[in-house]
């Protein structure tokens, strides 16, 4: 029956980064007509939402601090563009550009035609990149050859490729590129929760580089294209605040965004939830949806239940900065053919990447400049931003200086830290999450959302929201019709 004045129902979102926008903006369309017999309120302890990525003007540059696009053959955040109107407002990358560099013995070299993450699609290319030496190549080419695992126990990415492809394989080009995806330990990364679809080729084909062949998939791909598949990404023609500011725009008006609003502790009775903020302010809610980094809502919900606290305390986290820099053409060496460079730990270098923004996306810097986001630190190199800020953008800078011929002064430097922000999904991650999930249970009217679940990219914190959002939905009303 429909809500009276009397009997508003209360929900309240924890978080306001995209995820959190995401999971309000999905009650606001659930709530529909109903919107005045709902209270939403979204709090967030900093005094901005967006979380973790952003665009920012500075002068002439405009600079993305985090993410600067998402993948859209995972159909979450595109579909959310759609609802928001602003689908067409998306660019693709640069088709000039399409490709990506791995730093091998100090100079650039392009990643292989075809190389999908973890494996070849096409063998030629392999045979004449420098990146591997003559046994590594032959090493490769025995893939075809190596019996599948039989057993559905879950397996480091690095042991799978050495058991597929050798160890060299490994640490020159797959350690670098899924390094810059989940800035995680390849001996420590779970195959299931991350790049599973490997071990289906595997279990399907036997070869992987013969289920990439024969992929149906593969036709829609660029086979010129290097590296990531560039041309499944999209961000905003102004940056990635336009997806944050849009959001905020569509739920203005019916949900209360409160910036600067930091929960204290999180009480539990009956089917209600009590917030105390760090202000002293007291709200209760009907419904709850924490999109926070494991070990936050861990840390809120050691009261309420000390057994799902514990489960969301397992999954670890790393940090990283990125340095976000402005230069001349003129004072480049390196021609910057490419959307971004990776690096191999075993360059022993102390940066893990850099991304050519102006490259990938048009528009982003002036005629005859371009824009360079070093990335730092991660699980691989967390002593690298243990330094105040002047001696890790010294050292980054440094560098850029050896390998890329960077001189003279930046027109600007950036530093971005992200302490704790990456989750690492190390092997058993699934079953780490489907404890939460069991603990969860206990409480229908709790949301779980954010990266530390089932994907750290944005279509993934989209969809982690939006299901959160969702359930708590339903068992709020739920509550509301078995009371009435």
């Known amino acids: 029956m429909p809500f009276t004045a009397e009997k508003k129902c209360r929900i309240v979102v924890v978080g306001g980064g995209i995820t959190g926008l995401a999971a309000a903006h999905r009650l606001v369309e659930l709530a529909g007509e109903s919107i005045e017999q709902m209270d939403i309120t979204l709090l967030d302890a900093a005094d901005r939402f967006g979380g973790s990525f952003g665009t920012e003007q500075i002068g002439d540059y405009t600079i993305e601090t985090g993410a600067d696009s998402f993948i859209t053959n995972k159909p979450w955040a595109i579909d959310l563009t759609k609802r928001l109107g602003m689908q067409d407002r998306l660019i693709s990358p640069n088709p000039e550009f399409q490709r990506s560099l791995i730093l091998h013995r100090g100079k650039t070299v392009v990643t292989p035609v075809g190389f999908n993450l973890l494996a070849p699609s096409q063998v030629w290319p392999m045979l004449k990149t420098p990146l591997l030496s003559p046994l590594g190549k032959a090493r490769v080419a025995m893939e075809y050859f190596i019996p599948r695992k039989t057993d559905g126990r879950d397996e480091s990415l690095a042991n799978f490729v050495r058991r597929r492809f050798g160890r060299e394989l490994l640490d020159k080009i797959v350690q670098p590129m899924v390094g810059g995806i989940y800035t995680s330990d390849p001996e420590k990364l779970s195959l299931k929760a991350t790049l599973s679809r ?185 002593e690298e931003i243990d330094h105040p800020d002047d001696e890790v953008i010294e050292s980054a800078l440094s560098e850029l200086r050896e390998i890329l011929g960077v001189r003279g002064e930046p027109d600007f430097l950036r530093l971005v830290r992200y302490n704790r922000a990456m989750p690492q999904y190390t092997v058993g991650h699934l079953d780490r999450v489907e404890e939460i999930r069991k603990w969860g249970a206990s409480f229908p009217n709790l949301g779980l959302a954010g990266n530390g679940f089932d994907g750290v990219g944005i279509p993934d914190c989209v969809h982690s929201g939006e299901q959160a959002a969702e359930s708590v939905w339903q068992a709020v009303m739920g509550l509301r019709e078995s009371s009435d």
């Not at 289920?211 to 294209?225: C, D, I, P, V, Y």
């Not at 041309?231 to 409160?258: C, N, Y």
């Not at 089917?271 to 302010?281: A, D, I, M, V, Y």
């Not at 893990?352 to 990938?360: P, Y």
Request: contains cysteine.
């Open 198 to 382: 490997f071990i289906e080729l595997e279990r399907k084909h036997g070869s992987l580089i013969r289920g990439l062949r024969s992929s149906k998939s593969k036709k829609n791909l660029s086979q010129q294209a290097s590296g990531a598949r560039y041309g499944l990404f999209a961000t905003p023609v102004e940056g990635m605040s336009e997806l944050l500011l849009q959001l905020q725009k569509k739920i203005e008006h019916q949900v209360a965004l409160r910036s600067g609003a930091s929960v204290e502790s999180i009480e539990h009775q009956g089917s209600c939830w009590t917030l105390r903020l760090k202000s002293g302010e007291q709200l209760e809610a009907d419904g709850l949806v924490l999109a926070l980094p494991t070990y936050r809502s861990a840390k809120l919900l050691t009261d309420v239940s000390p057994e799902l606290s514990g489960a969301l305390g397992q999954i670890e986290y790393a940090s990283s900065a990125i340095l976000v820099s402005g230069h001349r053409e003129e004072d480049i060496d390196h021609d910057l053919n490419a959307f971004g460079l990776v690096i191999p730990h075993c360059e022993k270098r102390r940066i893990l990447a850099v991304s050519f923004l102006s490259r990938k996306f048009p528009g982003r810097a002036p005629a005859g400049k371009v824009i360079l986001r070093t990335f730092i630190g991660g699980a691989m190199q967390p």
